[in-house]
């Protein structure tokens, strides 16, 4: 609001005005000028305290009534400029190829570039540090998996912990495979308890990683069996299911993409899957559930995460963005070419509930399994 522009014609620049107590105004020294002018001088103190009056009204702040606040608008403006994503493991692995499918395609609909910065040193641990303590706008992702949930249970001092993140998006169920070498003379689940029963601490199992999603489903199957079984510890699959080929160890748990080729040519054999339903990959493997270990089926699912304390209105924005992706069929084909099963959408809530229930989940099985770092 402008203020309006009083006009002074007329007033006499000589005049030396003071206000009485009772409000009005008589020249002190009037300098020649006589009384009829009072009536004059009158009407121009009025004019005068007037324009006093709406100087200081002018002064006082007046909001709009559409008025946002600039963090309010900015949760609305979401996002207005590039994501990071850190990602804590290797680039160019099954995790980094199932999240450029999928944030490729975010990317393109938000018309905002996704960094995908690959930091897998220290178990992850490195890049979840990183993202629990990034400012909680929106703009930093992290990657979530079991190791979310089970990491700060196995590392002593670590500053982040699985309630550091919300999830915003799960995007996939990563299946994977019981696998024995083919010496062994089993070929149903049954057939191989049995075969362990009769031969306590002579089978060896490929252990890719302490509380990863191949080591949870193996720790809640010996657990169920009460198998006799020796662990020899990997830093990963590719060399675990080398030496599982080459007969240096006689099974493993292995993501289902990762050992389909080699079950097809008959170097390894596959007794059951871990997953929701049988593997497109694998459709005559029966799940764990169909062989009569149903808690043995400790599915694992990948998604993202963003660091607790961000605005529900950009969760939910987030949230909104990844159930649009996954309804894409080009990307639900691309991500079952690498034999992970695309998660059907759900809301905060329900993203909420399952990484409530699996954080309960995987903590029953590290301490049910004594599951420890060395």
């Not at 001092?157 to 024995?180: D, I, M, Q, Y």
């Not at 748990?253 to 097809?264: E, R, W, Y």
Request: glycine residues 6%; proline residues 9%; charged residues 20%.
């Amino acid at each position: 609001m402008g203020i309006p522009l009083i006009s002074t014609i007329g007033l006499d620049e000589n005049l030396d005005l003071t206000e009485k107590p009772e409000g009005r105004t008589t020249p002190v020294k009037a300098r020649g000028r006589t009384s009829h002018f009072r009536a004059e001088e009158d009407a121009m103190n009025l004019v005068r305290r007037r324009f006093l009056s709406l100087a200081s009204a002018c002064l006082v702040p007046v909001l709009p009534a559409a008025w946002v606040s600039p963090a309010a608008y900015a949760q609305t403006d979401f996002p207005s400029r590039r994501i990071h994503l850190v990602l804590p493991y290797p680039a160019g692995g099954l995790a980094d190829v199932a999240t450029r499918i999928v944030t490729d395609k975010l990317s393109e609909i938000w018309r905002q570039p996704i960094i995908i910065e690959a930091k897998p040193t220290a178990q992850g641990n490195l890049a979840w540090d990183e993202v629990s303590r990034a400012k909680p706008d929106g703009y930093t992702w992290t990657y979530v998996a079991p190791a979310t949930i089970t990491n700060p249970l196995l590392y002593a001092h670590l500053r982040w912990s699985e309630k550091s993140f919300v999830p915003v998006g799960a995007t996939v169920w990563a299946s994977t495979v019981l696998v024995v070498h083919p010496s062994i003379p089993a070929n149903t689940v049954p057939e191989f308890i049995e075969y362990a029963r009769k031969h306590p601490g002579v089978l060896n199992w490929a252990n890719s990683g302490i509380g990863t999603s191949a080591q949870l489903p193996m720790a809640s199957f010996l657990n169920a069996t009460k198998l006799d079984v020796a662990t020899v510890p990997y830093n990963g699959q590719p060399q675990a299911i080398l030496d599982l080929m080459a007969g240096r160890v006689q099974l493993t748990m292995s993501p289902v993409g990762l050992v389909a080729q080699h079950i097809d040519s008959g170097a390894l054999k596959a007794l059951a899957v871990v997953g929701t339903t049988r593997s497109p990959l694998l459709p005559n493997v029966p799940t764990m559930s169909e062989v009569g270990y149903p808690e043995t089926n400790v599915v694992a699912w990948w998604g993202y995460g963003v660091p607790r304390g961000t605005p529900r209105p950009v969760i939910d924005k987030i949230v909104a963005g990844f159930n649009e992706v996954m309804k894409m069929p080009s990307v639900r084909e691309a991500l079952q070419k690498h034999a992970l099963q695309p998660v059907k959408p759900m809301n905060a809530d329900e993203l909420a509930q399952l990484y409530a229930a699996d954080s309960e989940k995987y903590g029953k099985i590290i301490h049910e399994s004594n599951i420890k770092i060395d």
